[in-house]
């Protein structure tokens, strides 16, 4: 046997050792509920609770950004991020945290978001015909007294 | 029902419809004729049709790209094309970058460097004309398939980029005749895209994935025609090309990414920029094995296959990132066109081409009887192939996870960290690759003198070890021993290289491309391992600590810092300060003043000024940031905002309140003419009293009382203002009118006279400190960047160069 052809075989048998290892690099999809019990980084892919605030208040702390998001299985949880809010968060269709479970809250390290692409966007900005004349200025205002 | 729809130009969409059908007609029509004109080469006919096809092809090609440029031009927005990706606010150079933001605009480059490097082909292939044509046009025909945008047996086949507004979308303004009016403007391009790289990043980056049909064309015309030896030497220049051409398009994305994106890095193991660094590596493997047959006659098999399958991996990576299938794990948001399927009959198309060819010649294919000897260049060649290989398959594995996941409906995720995930591999890998760029530089071909060698390897290596101290003393990446290998590792390689390099220059023309592109690729190398690993976020308020930067750069605790207008923080070294912002609609550009202070002196021995900007793009998700870098021949600060003050004063919010709301509690005053007040800007001196005082709508009637308080409002800054509150009784009620000075945010209210008490009641509102203006900001320090650039630059060079060298060097008895 040639050498090359040696050499190519413990390549392959590498290679496929390699792929076996480096799928033990790769995570899971999961949700809140296992995150409290795995206590280890993960993904966890949801939306956003639009009802609820998001608080982002930079004057206090520029590193703080917290919102409330529902999981998969729809349970609801605070999500506390160390940086400045992604600034298209509320307009996300899907988030996917990484992160972890720290008490009852999710520290997420990283946030993606899916937005909707303005590919398929089916909206149309229409220029919209206004009847209503604007009022006038009015420089006195009488008050009761 | 017809609606007869007014004002909607459809001649150009028509015109560029019939060119979508030509290209793709006179495409296949030209593969067929050259595949019949090679088997049957007597009959010149075939060769006769099968230009003319072509040039056709090269006529209708230039056609559809007049007639997408004339839409957008000219915001022709009844066309889905120009209304999704431009608008009338956009300059004309970006008019270009939305040309080729969408997917069909991207193919139609893709085709258009095909038609071009197939007119080098006809005119300068000559023998390969024929077999070479035949592949190459049959791509050309796929990649046509994909604009037709028709139905065949209820399949679209293709996606048009001539396609109507109200064709592509339901709604209901599309049953008014006169919609297009109605139709304010388009949706523009992606504020991320408007940058000067994005204009020319893309088109180069398409010329390098259609250049490498070329070297897979002449290996399939190789193995066709059994004309085994000739495909290598006469696809070398090619290959070359492909790779120098790609090389520098990835760089330039890169360089975008940095510029404009808000990555914070130059590469970020994203899958879109993986897809294409894929066959870019199996390319630079199936070069470095074509040259080591060429001159040896080993390793035919690695070269035609690395050849032929580096453009089955550009098919790939176009499927990676244009079928939607990456979802979720990419931050590019690539939506499927539907042309989900068809890009898997692309694939395979060539696969199986591939694979049929590669079976069916698998015997006859030259090989050499001889061992390759452990002393021979090409047997490092094909190891560093291989190397390189394996490297890619850990890139094609870890990208493809969401592929994997589509066939096998399995659910895995990719890694948490792709950064420090692919690096962790990769660095191992480049270590090799650098290892073995550096000493096969000695070996010769056939047998080297194991002897000579050494000694020359082992000079280097010293010179090498020496220099490595020094670059590792200096730039600070002694923390980690996989740094020190990776810098020594390359430090090698520009060392060893040189060395050729100077001898090149001495006589052995031939090698210089070879010494240039690798003491590139070491110059590379170190760059990226240095501003990768001790790249450190500098705005970190001083309560938090500092991380110690590893490979991988996610979101720290306290990266961001906060800036008020006008008062300086320290931050590092540099005081910073935010001065204002000036708006440039649709940008806001935020002035951050840096400045450098002597300790001792407290002078300021350095001032500079970044103007970070946003992009305030409800469209597009609200405030888009793009960095402003200050670069230093060592090293870049680089400054992003991530966090401003939404701006009232732009959207007029603050004439909506008119109420007391929105002014503090009231000072009372009891004054008397003459008196002078203090607010808080300045003062204010009572008058008079305007006793004849009127006011607009209230008719005075004969008891009634009107009198007016005339006050003279003086700023502290100069101006003065007059205002005249009224006091008013009728039938025995009190009434009063209130008077603003807007400017200085004032309000008076003439509210009582107290006769008894001689006094006149007046009260000043003031409206509240209007909040000062901040942004919260993000500032990252990129040390000896510039070598990555620099590196870059010295391997397209590098292979330019070899370009040159090498089709020079052909032998003229080739037909």
Known sequence: ?145 | MDIAYVGESLLPGQIGQFFVILSFGAALLSSISYYFGTTAEEDRSWLVIARASFWLNVVAVVGIGSCLFYIIYNHLFEYHYAWAHSSRSLPTHYIISSFWEGQEGSFWLWMFWQALLGMVLVFKAKSWERPVMAVVMLCQAVLGSMLIGVEVFGERVGSSPFILLREAMRAPIFSDPNYLGMIADGSGLNATLQNYWMVIHPPTLFLGFAAMIVPFAYAAAGLWQRRYNEWIRASIPWALFAVMVLGAGIIMGSFWAYEALNFGGFWAWDPVENASIIPWLTLIAGVHVMIAYKNSGHSYFAATLLAMVSFVLVIYASFLTRSGVLGETSVHSFTDLGLYWQLVVFIFIFLALMVYLLIARKKEMPSSKKEEDIYSREFWLFIGALVLVVACVQIIASTSIPVFNAVFGTKIAPPLDPVQHYNKWQAGFAVVIALLSAFTQFMKYKRTNSRKFYSAALASFVAALVVTGLVVYVTKVYVNFMYILLVFAATYTIVANGRILGEAIRGKWKLTGSAVSHIGFGLLLIGGLVAAATNEVISVNSSNYIAVAGFDQVEKPGDNLFLTEGEPVQMGDYRVTYVGDSIAPPNVYYKINYEKIDDETGRVTEHFQLRPFAQNNPQMGGLVGTPATKHYLTHDVYTLITAAMSTPHLQGQESEQTGFEAYDEPAVYETNIGDTLRYRNGYIVVEGINRNATVQNIPRKDDDIIVGLKLRIHAATGESYEAEPVFLIRGGTTFDLFKDVDEQGLRFRFSNIMPQKDKLELMVYQKPLPEKRWVVFKAIKFPYINFFWCGAIVMTIGFFMAIFSRSRTKPATQE
Do not use: W
Not at chain 1, 92 to 121: R, W
């Open chain 1, 1 to 145: 046997m040639k050498k090359s052809s040696v050499i190519g075989i413990v390549v392959i048998a590498l290679a496929i050792a390699m792929i076996i290892v480096m799928y033990t690099d790769s995570s899971t999809y999961s949700t809140f509920t296992e995150a409290k019990e795995k206590q280890s980084e993960l993904y966890v892919v949801g939306v956003l609770n639009k009802d609820k605030e998001l608080l982002y208040n930079p004057v206090v702390d520029a590193n703080h950004f917290s919102f409330y998001m529902y999981d998969n299985d729809s349970t609801e949880c605070r999500v506390v991020f160390r940086g400045a809010k992604p600034q298209d968060i509320e307009r996300s269709e899907q988030i996917v945290l990484t992160g972890k479970m720290v008490g009852d809250e999710f520290h997420a390290s990283k946030i993606l978001m899916k937005c909707p692409s303005k590919y398929n966007q089916d909206e149309i900005e229409v220029i919209e015909a206004n009847t209503a004349q604007r009022t006038g200025f009015v420089d006195v205002q009488p008050i009761n007294q």
